[in-house]
């Protein structure tokens, strides 16, 4: 049996992580971990709200975390110096933070795996982006959230990015040069000029719409998660993945 701590899990996304490890097979919730905890209890388990005192008191396997980026870097180091590996949904971190979770579960042998985007069809929108970036040398990103997503741009956005910049080193092709009468308006450049532009609106989940441009063309690659649901089948395997293995994993699609 997989014992799995939810961090966050108060939240709109922990909440879903909280029913989907109920209801997986050969895993059961062990600690309920957030912030907001006022004595709130799921199934005889209590909540906390101070995440390395939940680690000692409770025999851990896994922690999936989904709180705020600027608690998820401290969350994991604690969990892997708890021995207890994690599974981190929280965007937000920094490229050097990222170095330092590796590095740290190099050194203590776990595993920790860190996804943007747990949705399998995200996975794939990620993965055919990068395959259609060989073919276009002009292209932007457009991701939509919810206006309580506080970083930006979204992990998926600056993932997306990342895999298209590894086949195509220029992505503003022809070009003008550009003048923005209000700053800010023609998105945040990311590496190979692939503009990123970001929206906060109720109403959204999460999307995200690739463009690509061409003479006479455009292709456009879009993922909408309707229903925080759609991220939890990811998870769940997530969990499975790195209660069996020592590796650290960035992305989903690299355990797909």
Known sequence: MIKVAVCGALGKMGSEVVLAVTEAEG?????????AATGQEINGVKFENNLESALKNTKVDVIVDFTQPKSVYENAIT???AGVKPVIGTTGLSDEQ??????????????????????IGAVLMMKFSQMAAKYFKNAEIIELHHNQKKDAPSGTAIKTAQLMASVQDNFANGNCAEVETIEGSRGGNFESNIRI????????????????GANGETLKIRHDSIDRKCFMSGVVLSVRYIFENNNFIYGLENIL
């Open 197 to 212: 532009h970001s929206v906060r609106m109720p109403g959204f989940v999460a999307s995200q719409e690739v463009i690509f």
């Open 27 to 35: 895993m059961e919730v062990a600690a309920l971990i957030d912030i």
């Open 98 to 119: 990222l170095a330092e979770i590796k590095k740290l579960s190099e050194e203590e042998n776990t595993g920790v795996l860190i996804a943007p985007n747990f949705a």
């Open 79 to 81: 969990a892997i110096n």
